[in-house]
């Protein structure tokens, strides 16, 4: 029989983990749910032009409603980052942070395969193949190079997350009350504008639990050898990036700097 108090306590000792498991988990999982549809042509989804852009920044709303009030509702490691070096953020929960943002987006890709496999059977004939591979995760578009996608992928970020900052700022003209609508359009402006670059991802671990769970799904190694081994960009821009942007903002709409954490 299962001890409450013990239950209790471990969900207070936890909870701002488990709300960054819980809202990664929800954003990922509208995120892939959207591409699988749109990419195989499910009931129509792919005729109704920018569905994915518009299903992100949804995704994104839903995962900041699941999480904001309890853990900050960063749901992303790159903006864990950024808040520890800009804003104050107790480093020693930043390991615990990124570990609960990756699990939530690599059972997040569980789920998914789970409801969609038998279309992606007849989508790929049952080979899994970069196509389908690609509806878990990005891959270097055939107009890009690595170099330039890096690039792409860092300043998106940092828009990203510069908007966060202006966003949630209360000494600005922040959306406060409202946070959750107001990001949520704000990265639907990204997808709108630099989508098509890199793929927006903007999230390590949006790409690393997924690309993850490929590898154990049958994709095998397609995920990291895939596209010049393209995993790495969408691994490292987007924490150089949220850093920079965090920078950014400070630096030009502050007159003094903002702890927001002690």
């Not at 488990?18 to 999982?29: K, N, Q, R």
């Not at 009030?69 to 950024?82: C, E, F, K, Q, Y």
Request: with cysteine; aromatic share 18%; net charge positive.
């Amino acid at each position: 029989m299962l001890n409450r108090g013990a239950i209790g306590a471990f969900r207070s000792h936890f909870r701002e983990y488990l709300a960054e498991f819980l809202g990664t988990m929800v954003f990922i999982s509208f995120i892939i749910g959207v591409v699988h549809q749109v990419k195989m042509g499910l009931g129509g989804y792919a005729d109704t032009g920018n569905t994915i852009v518009w299903g992100v920044g949804f995704a994104f709303m839903m995962g900041l409603f699941m999480s904001a009030g309890i853990s900050g509702g960063h749901i992303n490691p790159a903006v864990t980052l950024a808040m520890a070096v800009n804003r104050g953020f107790p480093w020693r929960k930043v390991p615990g942070y990124m570990f609960s943002q990756l699990l939530g987006a690599f059972f997040a890709a569980v789920w998914n395969y789970t409801l969609f496999k038998a279309q992606i059977d007849v989508y790929d004939g049952g080979n899994r193949n970069l196509q389908s591979c690609g509806l878990y995760v990005a891959f270097l578009p055939d107009y890009m190079t690595i170099g330039n996608a890096w690039v792409a992928e860092f300043f998106a970020t940092a828009f990203f997350v510069g908007g966060i900052f202006a966003i949630t700022d209360k000494l600005n003209a922040g959306a406060i009350y409202f946070a959750p609508v107001a990001l949520g359009l704000m990265i639907t402006g990204i997808g709108f504008s630099f989508g098509s670059l890199s793929g927006y991802s903007m999230n390590p671990a949006r790409d690393a639990g997924p690309r993850i769970f490929t590898a154990m799904a049958g994709w095998h190694s397609i995920g990291f050898t895939g596209t010049q081994h393209f995993f790495w960009v969408v691994w490292t821009a987007p924490f150089v990036g949220a850093v920079v942007g965090g920078f950014i903002y400070e630096f030009f709409a502050c007159t003094t700097p903002k702890k927001s954490f002690h």
